[in-house]
């Protein structure tokens, strides 16, 4: 908080009642100053009791969910040290005060006319391979410099944790850099990418409430949840890190010995919940994080709310903010995959900005694979290669496909075929499409399969309407979305690693198309998860 400094005039009297005239204006600019002071104070905590204490639309606050927390200590964030800077960062890294990650403006924003996405101008990212040394990104720094010489070309940050720097270029010189530097930098292996902007877009029943109503546990059974957990509800070995907006891991369906590594990309820091301006202002992100992570692995028979999918697998907090960027969703990636995840969670994704937004809708599929084919570098060249080291490294990595009603594709990040993509579906088992009644905009689940063209772009459908899940302060939320669809799929690959967790990526993806059902009269997202015959065909797999 900014300290205030009030000046006195005049002769000071000191001891006397805060009342007297003298000073800090006197009784009237006291009186003002504390009436202003006090309409502030009531006007944010008017902000919170918006965001925290009321209903939020999609809210649940049926009593039998509003129960006292369990009781435990605060869960402890500071544990963890982590190495985000070199002892020696030589003349061109930033020095370790000012190594951090550069505040997102949308000011700083451009939509881009070929890649029709939204990026950050004046920014470029590097990625170094996952063996460079401090030494490296030293010599890189230098090597940088000597071809540009020029003050506005500079190492704003840099990670050796995740292998990743970010330089600064001017706006209008910011592809010819791109273009040059792999020919400029000959001798260390790296890849360069843009800085684009990703949006969040919630019997053998346990005895969590939740499983007490259909209408909120209903996505459940259409994926054999209820068998799965008869077979497995996960292996503590195996490490699901779900990198969102923020936790609340001190919610009584996250707070757990299993969370390991908590990580922030903003702070370098533990700390995976907002500060508390931010949980004001941003509140949405602050129940995104906490929801996806619950669906996927949140506690289960604690009589509290719901369950996730694997609720005995660890839980690897990695908090990236909202929105997030390129460099921050990499960092979050990069770091549960050196930090020996098993299974990665994003439910993040871009949008095409709202000029674009209707051709991407009506584009035809032969025109979607020649909007792929032109738009490939700086984008699918670098996620290709960090899914060949999630694939050198055994990490499934599922994605939300998105919830803008166009071909998940647009987006770079979702092209692999190594990567895990959900699309969402509904009550009816169909694919998710919503109609804003009163606009007529077309919004619900990406999608992307059109072998006719060569496209296969959505691997799985999981539920993504009315999905319950945890949010902070102990409370629940019920919520459309793909980024809800994704954390099942990635509960059901961690179920599925937990019974063999040497199963290879393409294992999986075949797997789960095999045996999953067909969306009827939907062919263009992959078929409906079925968790339970996923598990059994990874136990004949092992026979």
């Known amino acids: 908080m900014?300290?205030?400094?009030?000046?006195?005039?005049?002769?000071?009297?000191?001891?006397?009642?805060?009342?007297?005239?003298?000073?800090?204006?006197?009784?009237?600019?006291?009186?003002?100053?504390f009436l202003v002071l006090l309409l502030l104070l009531l006007f944010l905590l008017s902000l919170f009791r918006r965001c925290g204490n009321t209903q939020t639309e999609g809210e649940v606050t049926d009593p039998i969910?509003?129960?006292?927390?369990?009781p435990h200590a605060p869960f402890d964030t500071t544990l963890t040290d982590y190495d985000n800077n070199l002892p020696?960062?030589?003349?061109?890294?930033?020095?370790?005060?000012?190594?951090?990650?550069?505040?997102?403006?949308?000011?700083?924003?451009?939509?881009?006319?070929?890649?029709?996405?939204?990026?950050?101008?004046?920014?470029?990212?590097?990625?170094?391979?996952?063996?460079?040394?401090?030494?490296?990104f030293k010599k890189w720094a230098q090597e940088f410099k000597e071809n540009?010489?020029?003050?506005?070309?500079?190492?704003?940050?840099?990670?050796?944790?995740?292998?990743?720097?970010?330089?600064?270029?001017?706006?209008?010189?910011?592809?010819?850099?791109?273009?040059?530097?792999?020919?400029?930098?000959?001798?260390?292996?790296?890849?360069?990418?843009?800085?684009?902007?990703?949006?969040?877009?919630?019997?053998?029943?346990?005895?969590?409430?939740?499983?007490?109503?259909?209408?909120?546990?209903?996505?459940?059974?259409?994926?054999?949840?209820?068998?799965?957990?008869?077979?497995?509800?996960?292996?503590?070995?195996?490490?699901v890190a779900v990198v969102d907006s923020y936790f609340d891991l001190n919610h009584d369906d996250l707070y757990s010995s299993r969370i390991v590594k908590p990580y922030s990309v903003l702070t370098g820091t533990g700390n995976v919940a907002p500060n508390p301006l931010m949980a004001i202002i941003d509140f949405g992100g602050f129940i995104h994080g906490s929801m996806v992570a619950s669906m996927?692995?949140?506690?289960?028979?604690?009589?509290?709310?719901?369950?996730?999918?694997?609720?005995?697998?660890?839980?690897?907090?990695?908090?990236?903010?909202?929105?997030?960027t390129s460099m921050t969703i990499m960092q979050g990636l990069l770091y549960s995959i050196y930090q020996g995840a098993n299974v990665v969670n994003i439910s993040y994704g871009g949008a095409p900005p709202a000029e674009f937004l209707a051709a991407f809708q009506r584009m035809t599929p032969r025109e979607m694979k020649e909007f792929e084919n032109r738009?490939?570098?700086?984008?699918?060249?670098?996620?290709?290669?960090?899914?060949?080291?999630?694939?050198?490294?055994?990490?499934?990595?599922?994605?939300?496909?998105?919830?803008?009603?166009?071909?998940?594709?647009?987006?770079?990040?979702?092209?692999?075929?190594?990567?895990?993509?959900?699309?969402?579906?509904?009550?009816?088992?169909?694919?998710?499409?919503?109609?804003?009644?009163?606009?007529?905009?077309?919004?619900?689940?990406?999608?992307?399969?059109?072998?006719?063209?060569?496209?296969?772009?959505?691997?799985?459908?999981a539920p993504s309407v009315d999905i319950f899940g945890a949010m902070p302060f102990n409370r629940y939320y019920s919520g459309p979305g793909t980024s809800f669809a994704a954390p099942l799929v990635t509960g059901a690959v961690a179920l599925m690693k937990s019974i063999d967790p040497s199963l290879k990526n393409e294992e999986i993806i075949r797997i789960l198309k095999e045996t999953g059902k067909p969306v009827e009269g939907c062919p263009q997202i992959g078929p409906r998860l079925q968790i339970r015959a996923a598990l059994d065909a990874v136990r004949s797999r092992r026979r």
């Open 2 to 33: 900014k300290k205030i400094f009030f000046k006195t005039k005049g002769k000071a009297h000191p001891g006397q009642p805060f009342w007297y005239p003298w000073g800090m204006g006197g009784c009237i600019g006291r009186l003002l100053l």
């Open 65 to 70: 969910f509003q129960q006292d927390p369990l």
């Open 88 to 136: 020696d960062p030589g003349e061109f890294l930033p020095d370790s005060a000012h190594n951090v990650v550069p505040p997102f403006s949308r000011d700083s924003l451009v939509s881009d006319t070929t890649s029709r996405r939204e990026i950050v101008g004046n920014v470029l990212n590097i990625i170094l391979d996952s063996d460079a040394g401090n030494e490296t």
């Open 148 to 239: 540009y010489p020029d003050p506005a070309y500079k190492v704003v940050f840099y990670r050796p944790l995740v292998q990743l720097i970010q330089i600064q270029v001017p706006s209008e010189r910011r592809m010819q850099v791109a273009d040059e530097l792999p020919r400029k930098i000959t001798d260390i292996r790296f890849h360069v990418f843009i800085e684009e902007v990703f949006e969040t877009s919630a019997s053998n029943k346990p005895n969590d409430p939740v499983f007490k109503y259909a209408d909120k546990s209903w996505y459940f059974e259409p994926i054999q949840a209820y068998e799965a957990w008869e077979v497995t509800r996960g292996d503590p070995n195996i490490t």
């Open 296 to 324: 996927a692995i949140g506690n289960q028979n604690n009589s509290r709310g719901t369950s996730g999918i694997a609720p005995e697998c660890r839980f690897m907090p990695v908090s990236i903010g909202n929105p997030a």
């Open 375 to 461: 738009n490939r570098r700086y984008g699918e060249e670098v996620w290709e290669f960090v899914a060949n080291l999630c694939e050198e490294r055994g990490v499934a990595v599922v994605w939300a496909a998105g919830n803008e009603s166009v071909f998940s594709g647009f987006d770079p990040s979702k092209r692999s075929s190594k990567w895990i993509v959900a699309s969402g579906i509904d009550h009816n088992l169909k694919m998710w499409v919503s109609v804003d009644p009163a606009s007529g905009r077309k919004a619900g689940s990406n999608f992307g399969n059109f072998p006719e063209v060569g496209l296969q772009e959505s691997t799985i459908s």
